[in-house]
């Protein structure tokens, strides 16, 4: 509240009442004639205060627009961390927008272009370069350094994952480890005679377990062993736990030629063909329809992400399972981070500071921190995974914790959407022995150098 003070003498004010008075004589008000002898004259003023009271004017409401992926059962999440958002932030409110995956970069460049884009933006790790490169982003290298953002704060790497060339684009609200840990059946391990304390650890104990776990009758299979579920967003985990390069840190050098890689893509390609062979494998696993074929129990072992923990939770309580860290070959990383999801500011935002705000709460505050928790997974902020309630109740806790320190951070690149493709190629060729896995990887590290070579020439 401003105050405006006006200071009037008592005898001033007096003298106006007076002057302005009906039937005041003008002689009253005017000066006195008579001479006056005074030896000594002691004028005393009191001053009267007159207070205004300006109030001022409210701070105009904002409507930050928040661009995101969190659908299904994460949909009514998403609403509450953004209510609670607004209820701490008075004269700020969200438009969130549910975004496909498919065509996004196209739409968001378009966006920024004509002026149009959101005040927050949810991209994952691995789509974020192509975004910094075309000027889509801000840079928040300034704003966390004022807040006093530690890198230590976060694990190493969803860290890593956040900036490219140099500077950082967002913070991670998901982690990108614990994204491809071992599920099994804890029933079905009982059944085989295998004990379910002791998962397998290695690529050799995950063969031989998956052979014994294997039900079929003639050439039908029944139950598969391990469900690999290979595609080429999890091709670098098969990579990390090999310890086989793909890329130079930089991105500029492509390095996939080498024997890990081979190794490890050999080793995909026995253990399906140890179950029936691709084409087996592929039609068993469609025939279930959406069911998912661990969750109705037709695979006994599987790979998945920390995601999976609610989301057997919600549709298959009953089920008798457990989890461990993904068996490896070579090396100490049991899984690649190739992206968790981060919260950014694109180019263009018309309320940077109240963004900054909201991308803060999704992701190093509460509003982060309690979405994770209602879906019993773990945040990249350290802080909050030990006050998490979830630690005290599930006993995968520490499988989760151990993996997150486990996880080798990838090198970004702006081709990772053509290198994918590449590698579903490279896939499709080795599994179906259309190739030999060398062959495969050979054929496959041409193309990404080719592909690079070209891009990074026209920049």
Same mark, same amino acid.
């Given at each position: 509240?401003?105050?405006? !003070?006006?200071?009037?003498?008592?005898?001033?004010?007096?003298?106006?009442?007076?002057?302005?008075?009906?039937?005041?004589?003008?002689?009253?008000?005017?000066?006195?004639?008579?001479?006056?002898?005074?030896?000594?004259?002691?004028?005393?003023?009191?001053?009267?205060?007159? *207070?205004?009271?300006?109030?001022?004017?409210?701070?105009?409401?904002?409507?930050?627009?928040?661009?995101?992926?969190?659908?299904?059962?994460?949909?009514?999440?998403?609403?509450?961390?953004?209510?609670?958002?607004?209820?701490?932030?008075?004269?700020?409110?969200?438009?969130?927008?549910?975004?496909?995956?498919?065509?996004?970069?196209?739409?968001?460049?378009?966006?920024?272009?004509?002026?149009?884009?959101?005040?927050?933006?949810?991209?994952?790790?691995?789509?974020?370069?192509?975004?910094?490169?075309?000027?889509?982003?801000?840079?928040?290298?300034?704003?966390?350094?004022?807040?006093?953002?530690?890198?230590?704060? *976060?694990?190493?790497?969803?860290?890593?994952?956040?900036?490219?060339?140099?500077?950082?684009?967002?913070?991670?609200?998901?982690?990108?480890?614990?994204?491809?840990?071992?599920?099994?059946?804890?029933?079905? %391990?009982?059944?085989?005679?295998?004990?379910?304390?002791?998962?397998?650890?290695?690529?050799?104990?995950?063969?031989?377990?998956?052979?014994?776990?294997?039900?079929?009758?003639?050439?039908?299979?029944?139950?598969?062993?391990?469900?690999?579920?290979?595609?080429?967003?999890?091709?670098?985990?098969?990579?990390?736990?090999?310890?086989?390069?793909?890329?130079?840190?930089?991105?500029?050098?492509?390095?996939?030629?080498?024997?890990?890689?081979?190794?490890?893509?050999?080793?995909?390609?026995?253990?399906?063909?140890?179950?029936?062979?691709?084409?087996?494998?592929?039609?068993?696993? #469609?025939?279930?329809?959406?069911?998912?074929?661990?969750?109705?129990? !037709?695979?006994?072992?599987?790979?998945?992400?920390?995601?999976?923990?609610?989301?057997?939770?919600?549709?298959?309580?009953?089920?008798?399972? #457990?989890?461990?860290?993904?068996?490896?070959?070579?090396?100490?990383?049991?899984?690649?981070?190739?992206?968790?999801?981060?919260?950014?500011?694109?180019?263009?935002?018309?309320?940077?500071?109240?963004?900054?705000?909201?991308?803060?709460?999704?992701?190093?505050?509460?509003?982060?921190?309690? %979405?994770?928790?209602?879906?019993?997974?773990?945040?990249?902020?350290?802080?909050?995974?030990?006050?998490?309630?979830?630690?005290?109740?599930?006993?995968?806790?520490? *499988? *989760?914790?151990?993996?997150?320190? $486990?996880? !080798?951070?990838?090198?970004?690149?702006?081709? %990772?959407? !053509? %290198?994918?493709?590449?590698?579903?190629?490279?896939?499709?060729?080795?599994?179906?022995?259309?190739?030999?896995?060398?062959?495969?990887?050979?054929?496959?590290? $041409?193309?990404?150098?080719?592909?690079?070579?070209?891009?990074?020439?026209?920049?």
């Amino acid at each position: 509240m401003d105050l405006a !003070r006006e200071r009037v003498t008592r005898r001033v004010l007096l003298r106006t009442l007076v002057c302005t008075a009906a039937g005041a004589s003008l002689g009253a008000c005017g000066p006195k004639t008579t001479p006056q002898v005074v030896k000594e004259t002691q004028v005393v003023r009191e001053t009267i205060e007159v *207070v205004k009271e300006v109030t001022a004017a409210p701070a105009p409401e904002v409507k930050l627009t928040l661009w995101h992926h969190w659908g299904g059962t994460r949909e009514p999440l998403m609403k509450k961390a953004l209510d609670d958002f607004a209820a701490r932030n008075q004269g700020l409110t969200v438009e969130p927008t549910l975004i496909p995956w498919d065509r996004k970069e196209e739409a968001v460049l378009t966006a920024v272009a004509a002026g149009q884009a959101p005040d927050v933006l949810m991209l994952n790790a691995a789509e974020m370069p192509p975004y910094a490169l075309n000027k889509a982003l801000n840079p928040i290298d300034d704003m966390v350094a004022q807040v006093g953002i530690q890198a230590e704060e *976060v694990y190493e790497s969803d860290w890593k994952a956040s900036s490219y060339a140099g500077k950082q684009w967002g913070l991670p609200q998901t982690v990108g480890g614990a994204a491809f840990l071992l599920f099994f059946n804890t029933a079905s %391990f009982v059944g085989a005679g295998l004990d379910p304390t002791k998962p397998p650890a290695t690529w050799g104990e995950t063969l031989e377990a998956a052979t014994t776990l294997l039900k079929k009758e003639g050439d039908e299979i029944k139950q598969l062993g391990l469900l690999t579920g290979v595609t080429s967003w999890s091709w670098l985990n098969f990579l990390a736990e090999n310890d086989a390069a793909w890329l130079s840190p930089d991105g500029r050098e492509v390095q996939m030629d080498n024997q890990g890689a081979v190794e490890a893509l050999e080793w995909i390609v026995h253990v399906t063909d140890a179950q029936g062979g691709a084409e087996r494998v592929a039609a068993f696993t #469609s025939a279930g329809g959406d069911a998912d074929p661990f969750m109705s129990g !037709r695979a006994a072992m599987t790979y998945q992400g920390v995601w999976q923990y609610y989301i057997i939770k919600t549709n298959a309580p009953e089920l008798e399972y #457990s989890s461990a860290l993904a068996p490896l070959n070579r090396g100490k990383w049991h899984e690649a981070n190739y992206g968790p999801h981060l919260y950014t500011l694109p180019a263009g935002t018309k309320h940077t500071a109240e963004a900054w705000k909201l991308l803060l709460w999704l992701t190093r505050e509460a509003g982060g921190c309690d %979405f994770l928790t209602a879906q019993l997974r773990p945040s990249p902020w350290k802080a909050c995974n030990e006050n998490s309630p979830v630690s005290k109740v599930a006993d995968y806790w520490p *499988v *989760v914790l151990s993996a997150l320190d $486990a996880t !080798r951070a990838e090198p970004l690149t702006p081709l %990772f959407n !053509r %290198f994918a493709s590449i590698w579903d190629e490279m896939l499709e060729k080795a599994m179906h022995h259309q190739s030999t896995a060398a062959e495969a990887i050979k054929w496959a590290a $041409a193309e990404m150098s080719r592909a690079n070579e070209e891009f990074w020439a026209k920049q």
